[in-house]
């Protein structure tokens, strides 16, 4: 195992924060990158990733890996510290307002540039090649602020990856996760694993996240070059939503880190018994399925569908209830789904996102993701 200490750049004068990474098993193969806490108050992935770094260590150990791994335990250390009377806050980049999970930049049009008459007629070694110029990429473009060098360093590490894991939770939510078409085949085993009740995809969902930028690059060169040359798949993306934010404990933690590592097993990323995986909980819906419910005047909130509900069209998801003039408006599903995801506020402003239910059918367009 070795330790890898990223400075990011300073802030302000007297402060100074890091990312810290591990990295396991040999270069020259597959590579796997796992990170946890892109919103830095999301502490279920970072629990998980404490365990999965003894798992690493161990399977290193036995000579059991079969790919390099690199892992992320705390990719926001911004995040994690904003902190405002005994509330964490770390959705949002403090001083920006940005979404830590936002914004990211997508540079495969650049390296279309760069690549342009180097390529070959070997996969492998257009593989070396790409790799090599989205280092290069970054090495050359220096962030301007705190932020712009979280978001740097993160996907120089993580944009050499063949899988890319982004560990993140809900408010309150069933465990689900968010995947590309193209990768769902291979991410299936992690759904399987980790008893994901919503698998969402998406090609395009707006916004720039992290996990759409990682695999941006590989995506656009192919699209250039395909015709041309032989093109490595690229990479694989894959977002873990771990329940809801409260749900952290040993038992929990050392589960979900256990799935990870059967998934990635049966993935051939680990040597070791394939054990047969569970069945998949739900066949994956598309994002743009998804129905948000949002209250149209403040007012506190009465669930009367919870999370895992197979909500159907026209049923009362819940109520808003103004205490002073007494006006109770339901929200009601237009087209229905599993209800996934909810926010743990009990009252809600007006405009606030409430619920989310999962349905089979596009109903959506443009933005697809929570802002």
């Keep these: 195992m070795r330790e890898q200490r990223h400075p990011l750049l300073c802030a302000t004068p007297g402060t100074q924060r890091e990312i810290v990474s591990f990295h396991y098993g040999e270069s020259g193969g597959r590579r796997v990158y796992i990170q946890a806490g892109l919103h830095g108050d999301e502490i279920p992935g970072i629990a998980t990733a404490w365990y999965l770094k003894q798992h690493l260590l161990e ?3 036995a000579g059991r890996l079969r790919a390099a791994f690199t892992l992320v335990p705390v990719a926001n250390p911004i995040g994690l510290g904003q902190h405002w009377h005994g509330t964490h806050l770390g959705r949002f980049h403090a001083p920006s307002g ?76 069933l465990p689900h996760l968010y995947t590309m ?12 694993w980790l008893g994901s009740e919503v698998q969402l995809l998406a090609e395009i969902s707006g916004g720039e996240p992290f996990d759409e930028a990682c695999c941006e690059p590989w995506l656009t060169l192919r699209s250039h070059f395909a015709t041309e040359y032989p093109m490595p798949r690229g990479l694989l993306p894959a977002t873990l939503e771990l329940r809801g934010v409260r749900d952290v404990s040993a038992g929990q933690a050392q589960q979900d880190a256990g799935a990870i590592i059967a998934a990635l097993t049966a993935g051939g990323y680990i040597s070791g018994e394939v054990k047969a995986a569970p069945p998949l909980r739900h066949v994956p819906t598309p994002l743009a399925g ?36 007494d006006k109770v408006t339901p929200l009601v599903a237009e087209h229905g789904g599993v209800l996934y995801a909810r926010h743990w506020d009990r009252f809600a402003c007006a405009g606030a996102l409430v619920v989310r239910l999962a349905g089979a059918i596009p109903v959506r367009a443009g933005n697809l993701l929570v802002e």
């Excluded at 650049?110 to 690549?115: D, R």
Aim: a negative charge.
């Design 59 to 61: 399977l290193e150990r």
């Design 98 to 173: 940005q979404d830590f999970n936002r914004q990211f930049p997508q540079v495969g049009e650049a390296l279309v540039q760069s690549l342009r008459g180097r390529l070959t007629q070997d996969e492998a070694e257009n593989r070396r090649l790409i790799r090599e110029a989205l280092d290069h990429y970054y090495q050359q473009i220096p962030p301007a602020t705190e932020l712009a060098s979280l978001r740097h360093t993160l996907m120089r590490m993580a944009t050499q990856a063949d899988l890319m894991l982004d560990i993140h939770c809900d408010w309150e939510a």
């Design 181 to 192: 078409p193209h990768a769902w085949p291979e991410i299936e085993p992690l759904a399987r």
């Design 290 to 325: 998804c129905e948000y419910l949002h209250a149209p005047h403040a007012g506190v909130v009465l669930h009367h569908r919870h999370p895992g509900d197979l909500v159907k069209p026209g049923e009362v998801v819940a109520e808003i209830v103004d205490p002073l003039g």
